[in-house]
Structure formats: C-alpha cells, structure tokens
C-alpha cells in the first residue's frame, strides 16, 4: 500500500493471493464490518468462504486440507487483513492453533482437526489466560487431571478470542498441578464436551467484531488422546515454541494497520477544508504526516524483516517479540496522529479511522504485553 516500497520477499504468485485478500476484504469483510461489531462476531459463512479461498491455512501442507503454500502465503494474508484494519474474522487464531497441530500434533490429531480448520468448519480459539493469570502462563489453575484413560478439565478461562463461535479448544491447563512449567499440557477439546461451558461475549472498548469471551470447564471429560502430541507436560514448551509466531503475525498486521491510517488520512486532509484551503495545506499536518510517512515505512521494512525471517525459518523469540513490541507501539503513535487530522470525525465511530484508534490499543497488552516482549528482548541484549 505504501508507495516505493516494494516487499523484497513478495513475487507475482505471492500479489495473486494478495489480490484474492483484497477482494475478499472488499466483497465481505468491509461491506459487513459495522454489523459484526453490532453483533459482536463474524458470520459462520465468512469462516467458510475464507477457507474455500484457502486464507485460513495458506501454509499447510495440502495432504491436511491446507493451501500448500509457505509462510510467504500466510505473510501476505495476515498483511491483506491489516490493509483494511480487520479485527472482526479472528483467522489469526485458527491459523495459530494449524500450527500447533502441525508442529506438534500425532499424525491422528493432525487428521481429525486439520481438514476442518483449512476449510472453516471447524473455528478454533487458545484458552491460556485466566481471572487470575495472563502473563504468567506457569501460574495457570485450570486442571486437567488423568482418570484412567481420561482427563477431567476443571477451571475458568477469560479474553478468549472467537470464543462464542469456537469448536474446538486448545486449553492451557496443569496436568501435574505440583509442578510449574513442565506441569502444563495442551489439550484439544471439542466444544460439545459435557462440561464445557461459554460465558459471555464481553463488552470491549474496540475491536467489537470479535466475539471474545470467557469460558468454564467443570468436569470437562475428554479423553487421552486430546493431550497435543500425546505427551504429557510438553505445553509450555510447545507454548514457546510457537507464541513467535503469533507474535509476528501481530507485528505484521500492526505494520499494514498503519499503512491503512495512512491512506485514510492522506485522503481526508486533501478533500477537507479549513481556512478556505485543504487541511494537507497547513504546514503542520505536511510536517507531521511528513514523519508519519516516514515511521510507517520504516514499520515497512521492518516488518519485511521479520517476514524474510519467518520465511526462511530463522524467525526466533527475541525479533518477534521486538517486532511485535516496536510494531504496536507505531501503531498507537501513528493512529493517534492521524486521528487529529480529522477533527471530531475522527472520534466518531462511523469513521474507521476511528475504529483503528480503538482497535489499536489491545494490540499493546494481548500476545503478551509489551512489557514482556521487553523482558524477552533484554534477555539477549
Ligand atoms: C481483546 C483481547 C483478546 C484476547 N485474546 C486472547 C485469547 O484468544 N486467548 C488467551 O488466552 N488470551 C487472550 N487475551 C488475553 C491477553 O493475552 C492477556 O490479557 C495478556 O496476556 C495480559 O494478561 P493479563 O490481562 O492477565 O494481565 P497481567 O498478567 O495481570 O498483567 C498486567 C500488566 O502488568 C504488566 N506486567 C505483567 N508482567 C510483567 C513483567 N514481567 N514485567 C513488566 N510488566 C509486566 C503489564 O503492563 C501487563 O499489561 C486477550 C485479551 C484481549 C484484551
């Protein structure tokens, strides 16, 4: 979207998909978007059209239902998603909880889930945070304790992304309650479980089209085979191993969120007029969205970085976490930049520029508050 700035990764394949994002994100997403924040989700059938595009798992091997393509296919989707400001179709979540089951599913748990995730039937949601814990995911409550061939999941999970319309579950939960990190397991867990239970979709103060919610497991049976990869105690490791990825397609979105701040702005302050002239006029606003340009193709090139990275499977924790720290940091800054070009239109909801700005600032807290990403950088300064 930013002009002069072509991605050193992207090729002519990769702007096919990239079109096929955009007319996806035109045809369905935009037209709809002020309903779903209405209703506080997606419709199923946005799920469904997705994955017949194959823009749910770009990334995964055809054999499991995916596209077949690489990490360059999921880049340029989760970009496509940024360029219009999504924050309604959670497909970030399934495409996570693909990767979960990739990297570290049996080969049954890959077959049973997999097929269904690509194509949209089956919508997914990660239950790690609690009442009581978010950042300290050793901290977890919810148990799932082993009883004969079973496991019976018990506590309450909260903030859970596509949790009205989830079918299956990856809860975070203590297997060995005495122990901390190797204690944790992840289970998959089908939501008609007897036991599981949704709470309700809670009231945000942005990104309204997304159904997050709580969740209550009380005796929640399931059985043995729903422990991801079949081992006991792997889940915080698998947890590590696959939270940089969510990390960057954060970063990601958060670059080509601001380059849509951009445009908008760049549109609004030419049309509009103050004092007989248009806004862009003003040598304030060309001062100031004289940096914005330049932060915004920064976050660019930087964002480019990560996606060579992940690309070229060198991608680890600390560029992630700075990326996705350094990235959302822009994105509030730059937002909130734009938003004043636009006077009181940009604190009116029926503006998205205005919904960008309230839509930005989770995007500091949730996959880990910044002030994690920090501490996971400054451990190999
Ligand atoms: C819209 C939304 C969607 C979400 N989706 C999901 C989801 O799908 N699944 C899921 O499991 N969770 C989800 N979350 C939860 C999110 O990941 C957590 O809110 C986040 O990890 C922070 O946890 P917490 O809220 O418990 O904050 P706490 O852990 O209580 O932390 C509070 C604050 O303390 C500070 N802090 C914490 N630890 C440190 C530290 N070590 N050093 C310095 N400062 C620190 C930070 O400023 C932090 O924001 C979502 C949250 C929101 C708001």
């Known amino acids: 979207m930013i002009d002069a700035c072509a991605s050193p990764w992207m090729n002519d ?17 935009q037209p709809n978007e002020l309903r779903y924040r209405a209703q506080h989700r997606v419709d199923r059938e946005v799920w469904r059209q997705a994955g017949a595009l194959g823009l749910i798992l770009p990334d995964v091997p055809e054999a499991y239902g995916g596209a077949g393509g690489s990490a360059a296919h999921a880049a340029v989707v989760f970009r496509g998603l940024g360029h219009i400001g999504n924050t309604s179709f959670g497909s970030g979540i399934n495409h996570i909880v693909g990767h979960y089951l990739l990297n570290f599913g049996t080969e049954d748990q890959k077959r049973r889930w997999l097929p269904g995730i690509a194509s949209g039937e089956t919508i997914c949601s990660i239950a790690m945070t609690e009442p009581g814990t978010g950042s300290d995911l050793q901290a977890v409550r919810t148990r799932a304790l082993r009883r004969g061939d079973r496991y019976v999941i018990d506590g309450a999970k909260t903030f859970i992304t596509n949790g009205q319309l989830s079918d299956m579950v990856v809860v975070v939960a203590k297997t060995d309650p005495a122990q901390a990190a190797k204690g944790i397991s992840l289970l998959l867990v089908d939501t008609r479980t007897p036991g599981f239970r949704r709470g309700k979709v809670l009231d945000k103060i942005g990104q309204d089209g997304a159904d997050t919610s709580e969740m209550f497991f009380d005796g929640c049976e399931v059985g043995a085979d ?17 939270l940089p990825y969510e990390r960057a397609i954060i970063a990601v979105g958060a670059a080509a969120t601001m380059e849509y701040a951009l445009a908008l702005t760049l549109d609004y302050v030419k049309e509009r007029q103050v004092f007989g002239k248009p806004v862009l006029d003003l040598q304030n606003t060309r001062q100031v969205l004289a940096d914005v340009k330049a932060t915004v193709l920064a976050s660019r090139c930087f964002a480019d970085h990560i996606v060579e990275r992940w690309i070229d499977g060198t991608l680890d924790s600390a560029l992630a976490s700075m990326g996705k720290a350094w990235l959302t940091e822009r994105q509030g800054e730059v937002i909130d930049r734009c938003v004043q070009f636009f006077g009181g239109y940009g604190y009116m909801l029926e503006y998205p520029i205005a919904r960008l700005y309230a839509d930005a600032r989770v995007q500091r807290i949730y996959g880990g508050a910044n002030e994690i990403q920090r501490e996971l950088v400054a451990r190999t300064l």
């Open 13 to 29: 394949e990769l702007e096919l998909l990239a079109d096929t994002v955009r007319r996806f994100g035109a045809e369905v997403l």
């Open 226 to 242: 729903a422990v991801l990869g079949g081992v006991e105690g792997q889940g915080f490791y698998q947890l590590m191993a696959n």
